[in-house]
């Protein structure tokens, strides 16, 4: 739209100065050459008498040559001592107007000479000049024919105005048509991206239809990518789903071979079946949820997801203070609550192990497309090594503690899915800190 207006002004720009070159040179031209006929309109109508007088009442057919001081004149005068007389148009009113020296305005190969004089009301005057032998005595005598010039200036600037005015006005409506017509043919892009930002939030499975021809394919297209996400994203599901099904067979198997081994060994495989057998519970149970959902875009309000989490944890752990801050009661994560429900309650669980009385739970607006949730307890901390290994998959720092050594790693994974951020740091309450930094829905 810029490219196109700005050429439409440039051309009318470029148009308009040529049509003020061309009318201010006809406008210059057709005065000189008006001047020219009315010299020789004079010239033809004076003549000399015997005792050598000029004489003629010369009418030139135009009325500004009879008003007097209107910047139009004529006169005829002696050049030649024999001549006597002078002759004036009526204009004139027995004024006289300066004549340039030969020096400074020398006669053409026509005998003629044009040159510029100050007017009798202050106008500038274009003086055409000729010398004319009146007979075979020799009479000669000098024809002026006189003219406005300012009136001939006054004329173009008036032109230039007019045309500045209507070029200045079809250029403006120029540019409006340009506006109006995209913006029209940009309404139908509106409705795509729309439709998109209704996809994206969760409000809408598809685009919707009926665009113009041109956009029409874009929307089947977009569908056609989304299906094909939605196909994709279910298979995996699926297949997650049987194979942690699958496993669930072997699993009892080993819990129930495990009696078969000396106590000691039999304990441990149990253990470590047992948390198999968790971990294949959990993702089940996430595959069959995902199920459920009709759409491949999620949206999740944190406030009620944390809220439930802190009080499941605050129960699990009557010892500890549990306490829950935040004030955006309507930030929306841009994803599955089972993953926000997920990285909240590893990094609960955590806090909850190694926390001597407090955890505190919160969190915040992260610029103008993120939030971020922190987890903070009151417990030994880690050191900067320590927390290098802590996030490393199943490394546990204190073997005396229960747990599978996968939390942090887990939601260190599920964090950088949605191009997110895991932080860990010290707490001001004395403990460790996680600071998980996730997508939201503007």
């Known amino acids: 739209m810029f490219f196109t207006s700005l050429w439409s002004v440039l051309a009318l720009f470029v148009a308009g100065a040529l049509i003020s070159t061309l009318y201010e040179r006809t406008a210059r031209q057709g005065f000189e050459n008006l001047l020219g006929a ?34 139009w004149y004529w006169e005829v005068l002696p050049a030649t001592d024999n001549t006597k007389g002078r002759l004036t148009s009526a204009s004139l009113v027995l004024l006289n107007v300066p004549q340039a020296t030969v020096e400074e305005a020398p006669f053409d190969q026509m005998y003629r000479r044009s040159y510029q004089e100050p007017g009798l009301n202050g106008e500038t005057l274009q003086v055409l000049e000729t010398e004319v032998v009146l007979d075979s005595d020799n009479h000669t005598a000098r024809f002026r024919v006189m003219g406005s010039l300012s009136s001939v200036e006054a004329d173009i600037e ?8 209507y070029l200045g006005t079809v250029g403006l409506g120029t540019v409006l048509v340009n506006v109006m017509a995209i913006l029209v043919a940009l309404r139908p892009l509106g409705r795509v991206r729309r439709s998109l930002a209704d996809v994206r939030e969760g409000r809408a499975e598809r685009l919707e239809t009926g665009f113009p021809a041109e956009i029409e394919p874009l929307a089947v297209e977009m569908n056609g990518l989304i299906d094909n996400n939605r196909r994709i994203v279910e298979r995996s599901r699926t297949q997650v789903g049987n194979l942690a099904h699958s496993l669930k067979t072997p699993i009892a198997i080993l819990t129930n071979e495990a009696s078969a081994f000396e106590p000691q060994k039999a304990r441990v495989i149990e253990e470590q079946a047992a948390r198999m057998r968790q971990q294949v519970q959990h993702y089940l149970d996430r595959a069959r949820m995902a199920a459920q959902t009709q759409s491949i875009v999620f949206r999740t309000p944190i406030r009620d997801a944390l809220e439930r989490i802190a009080r499941v944890i605050a129960k699990l752990n009557p010892h500890l203070e549990v306490s829950f801050e935040g004030e955006r009661p309507d930030i929306v994560f841009a994803g599955e609550r089972q993953d926000l429900e997920e990285v909240v309650g590893n990094l609960l669980d955590n806090a909850g192990k190694w926390a001597q009385s407090r955890i505190r739970l919160s969190y915040e607006t992260e610029g103008a497309e993120r939030f971020a949730v922190t987890v903070e307890d009151d417990g030994p901390g880690l050191s900067t090594e320590e927390i290098r290994e802590a996030l490393k998959r199943g490394r546990r720092l204190d073997e005396a503690t229960p747990g599978s050594g996968l939390g942090l790693s887990i939601v260190r994974d599920i964090t950088a899915e949605y191009r997110g951020m895991l932080e860990l740091r010290r707490s001001d309450l004395g403990g460790l800190a996680a600071r998980v930094v996730l997508p939201r829905i503007r």
């Open 38 to 71: 009315q010299l020789y309109n004079l010239v033809n109508a004076v003549s000399v008498g015997d005792g050598g007088e000029l004489r003629g009442d010369p009418d030139l057919g135009d009325l500004r040559y009879a008003r007097p001081l209107s910047g």
């Open 158 to 165: 008036t032109f230039d105005r007019t045309l500045l005015y």
